[in-house]
C-alpha cells in the first residue's frame, strides 16, 4: 500500500454493502471517497435497480454513476447457499456491514445483526430502512417522495397554491448522511473499545429531524407553517425579489441586515426608521407591505448592479442560477472542483468529495460494471485461510 493510500481517513476499512437506490449507496460512496474499501453486492444479470433509471451519461444511470464511484461489484446469487456463504465470508473479515433491502430481507437471509455479530464483535451493522424496524408503518413502501409527505416536509414546501417535493431526493440523501455519521461514530468507538455496533437509520427519521423549525412552531407556536415558496416562513425580507432584468433572491437574518439593506443599498432611510418594521417579528406581521416596499426598490438595477451592491454591503444574496450556470460555476472551476472519473463507458466529470482534506486529496475511483470484480473477490476469499 503506497504512503499516499496510507494517508487517507479510513484506510484499511473494508465495508460490505448490499444496497441499492440512493440512501445505502450515498452513505457508502462516502466512505469510498474516504479511502475505504467498499463491496458492493448485487444480484446476478439485474444490479442495482439505480443502473437502469435512466441512461443520459453515455448510457450509464445519472443516478448510479453520482452514488458509486470507487466501489467493487460483486455479483451474488443470494437465494443460493453458495452466494450467501460468499458474503458470510466476505462480511466475517470486514468493518462494516450495511443494508438497506426490504424490512426483514436480511434478517431471513441469515444477515441480521445479531446473527451478523454473534461471531463478530467488532462488526459494525448498519440496517437502513424507510420507517424503522418496528411501528404500523414498518412494511410499507419506502420511495423518497412518499417519506417527504408522511415526514411533513410536503406540507411546507411548494406555494401557497400547491405543495411539491424537494427537486432532490431529499429522504434518501438524509438518511444517508446520518448512516455515515452513525459509522464514523462507530469506528472511533471500536478504536477505543474493540466493540462493534448494531446500528438503524430511518428515512423518516431523519427527515422528521430535518423538519426542526416547523416542527417546534407547530409543537409551541399552535400552527402550521405557510408554505412560501423560496422565502422563509420566519424571517422577512427572505425571497425573490424583481430586478430590471430579472430577479433576486435576498435573504436578512437580522434587524442590522434589515436597516442596512433598506437605508444603504435600496436607499429608503424612512423605512428603517419606521417602528412597524423595526423587529423581525413586526416584518413577518405586515410580510406583504415588506416584501411590496423591498420589490419597488430592487425593480430600479438589473440583477448584476444589485447583486454587486448588496455584496458589498455585506447582505445575503444570491442568483437563481438554472443547472447549466451551476455546471459553469466560477466558484467551482476558478477552485479546481473538477475531476474526471472512469467507467465502463469511459471517463465522465464529477465534482470532488465536499469533505477537502488539507494534507491529501481524496480519491474518485472509478464505477464499477456490473460484477467486475467478482472473479477478484473470490479469488481473495478462496485464498483465505479463514
Known amino acids: 500500500m503506497d504512503a499516499d493510500h496510507l494517508s487517507l ?23 469510498a471517497d474516504m479511502g475505504a474499501r467498499v463491496i458492493k453486492v448485487e444480484r446476478v444479470g439485474e444490479g442495482d435497480f439505480a443502473r437502469n433509471y435512466d441512461d ?8 448510479f454513476v453520482w452514488l458509486n464511484r470507487g466501489k467493487e ?9 453458495s452466494g450467501r456463504d460468499v458474503l458470510r465470508r466476505l462480511v466475517a473479515r470486514s468493518d462494516v456491514f450495511l443494508q438497506n433491502l426490504a424490512p426483514g430481507a436480511a434478517a431471513r437471509l441469515g444477515f441480521g ?4 455479530r454473534a461471531d463478530h464483535d467488532g462488526l459494525i451493522v448498519v440496517d437502513m430502512s424507510g420507517y424503522g424496524d418496528a411501528g404500523p408503518y414498518r412494511e410499507r413502501k419506502a420511495y ?8 411533513g416536509l410536503i406540507s411546507v414546501t411548494g406555494s401557497a397554491d400547491e405543495v411539491a417535493k424537494t427537486g432532490i431526493p431529499t429522504s434518501d440523501i438524509a438518511a444517508g448522511m446520518y ?14 473499545t474493540g466493540a462493534g455496533a448494531s446500528i438503524s437509520v430511518s428515512m423518516f427519521d431523519a427527515t422528521v429531524e430535518w423538519m426542526g423549525h416547523p416542527m417546534y412552531m407547530r409543537l409551541y407556536g399552535d400552527r402550521q407553517i405557510a408554505r412560501s415558496g423560496v422565502g422563509h416562513a420566519a424571517i422577512v425580507p427572505y425571497d425573490r425579489y424583481p430586478t430590471s432584468d430579472g430577479e433576486i433572491l435576498i435573504g436578512v437574518q437580522n434587524d442590522r441586515g434589515w436597516r442596512v439593506l433598506i437605508a444603504d443599498v435600496l436607499s429608503r432611510p424612512d423605512l428603517a426608521d419606521d417602528p412597524r418594521y423595526a423587529t423581525n ?3 413577518v406581521e405586515r410580510r406583504g407591505e415588506v416584501d411590496a416596499a423591498v420589490a419597488v426598490e430592487t425593480k430600479r438595477f438589473t440583477t448584476a448592479e444589485l447583486d454587486e451592491k448588496l455584496a458589498a454591503a455585506g447582505i445575503p444574496a444570491a442568483e437563481i442560477r438554472e443547472l447549466d450556470g451551476v455546471v459553469a460555476h466560477p466558484q467551482l472551476s476558478e477552485r479546481d472542483r473538477w475531476r474526471d472519473v472512469d467507467t465502463e ?10 469533505m477537502t482534506f488539507a494534507d491529501v486529496e481524496l480519491p474518485m475511483g472509478p464505477v464499477p460494471a456490473l460484477g467486475e470484480h467478482t472473479e477478484t473477490i473470490l479469488r481473495e476469499l478462496d485464498g483465505d485461510p479463514h
Open 73 to 81: 461489484s460483486l455479483s451474488l446469487d443470494l437465494k443460493s447457499d
Open 281 to 283: 417579528i413586526d416584518r
Open 345 to 354: 463507458a469511459g471517463p465522465i466529470r464529477a465534482l470532488l468529495p465536499p
Open 56 to 63: 443520459v451519461v453515455h448510457g450509464l444511470a445519472s443516478h
Open 9 to 31: 481517513p479510513l484506510a484499511g476499512i473494508t465495508v460490505v454493502a448490499l444496497e441499492q437506490a440512493v440512501a445505502a449507496p450515498l452513505a457508502t460512496r462516502h466512505l
Open 144 to 151: 423518497d417522495m412518499l417519506v417527504q409527505a408522511e415526514a
Open 179 to 192: 448512516a455515515l455519521t452513525s459509522i464514523l461514530g462507530a469506528l472511533v468507538r471500536r478504536g477505543s
Open 113 to 116: 445483526a445479531d446473527d451478523l
